[in-house]
T-cell receptor
């Protein structure tokens, strides 16, 4: 299957700082990328959907100014958690698809905000 | 709005047992349904994808069935092994926007 990578895999930051997470499709053109959040022992919750070159569509309850998403190319999307606080600590997973094909998931990024 | 439920939330079985994981969804107008495996602290690995026109899919010791009319899917694991220990997630893909709605997952522990 297609490969999606995320960087970094783990990040620890101080409260009030911003953190950027990258999601890359390695062997296909990701026309759409999705960002999910997962709390411990919970399922994935969709945060936002981004189409290359367009503004992201955020799910209800997700602050767009808090979670900045950029999808500037067909292989890269970034999620920036601005002014992070401890309650933002979570596991963030991206997925990508080409057209209406199957979604392929990245390995996730563990964010810990102190 | 689609809602996906998985039962049981956790399951512990001895090695060698055959087992069934259940997934139910409220909106039967799905495009496809997918089963994933997630190891602790890791991303998702796709196991099986069943199109809405299909009744089942098989891969090795895994068999997934789909009954749209009743809003149910099952994942059957034959001859379970300790390496099968993981969380199994099902996700329904509805036609509108090709969005995946995930169930809460079943945490499986296979004891040697």
């Amino acid at each position: 299957g297609a490969v999606v990578s995320q960087h970094p895999s783990r990040v620890i930051c101080k409260s009030g700082t911003s953190v950027k997470i990258e999601c890359r499709s390695l062997d296909f053109q990701a026309t759409t990328m999705f960002w999910y959040r997962q709390f411990p022992k919970k399922s994935l919750m969709l945060m936002a959907t981004s189409n290359e070159g367009s503004k992201a569509t955020y799910e209800q309850g997700v602050e767009k100014d808090k979670f900045l998403i950029n999808h500037a190319s067909l292989t890269l999307s970034t999620l920036t958690v601005t002014s992070a606080h401890p309650e933002d600590s979570s596991f963030y997973i991206c997925s990508a698809r080409e057209g209406h094909n199957e979604q392929f998931f990245g390995p996730g990024t563990r964010l810990t905000v102190l | 709005k689609q809602e996906v439920t998985q039962i049981p939330a956790a399951l512990s079985v001895p090695e060698g047992e055959n087992l069934v994981l259940n997934c139910s969804f409220t909106d039967s107008a799905i495009y496809n349904l997918q089963w994933f495996r997630q190891d602790p602290g890791k991303g998702l690995t796709s196991l099986l994808l069943i199109q809405s026109s299909q009744r089942e899919q098989t891969s090795g010791r895994l068999n997934a069935s789909l009954d749209k009319s009743s809003g149910r899917s099952t994942l059957y694991i034959a001859a379970s092994q300790p390496g099968d220990s993981a969380t199994y997630l099902c996700a329904a893909n509805n036609n509108a926007g090709n969005m995946l709605t995930f169930g809460g997952g079943t945490r499986l522990m296979v004891k040697p």
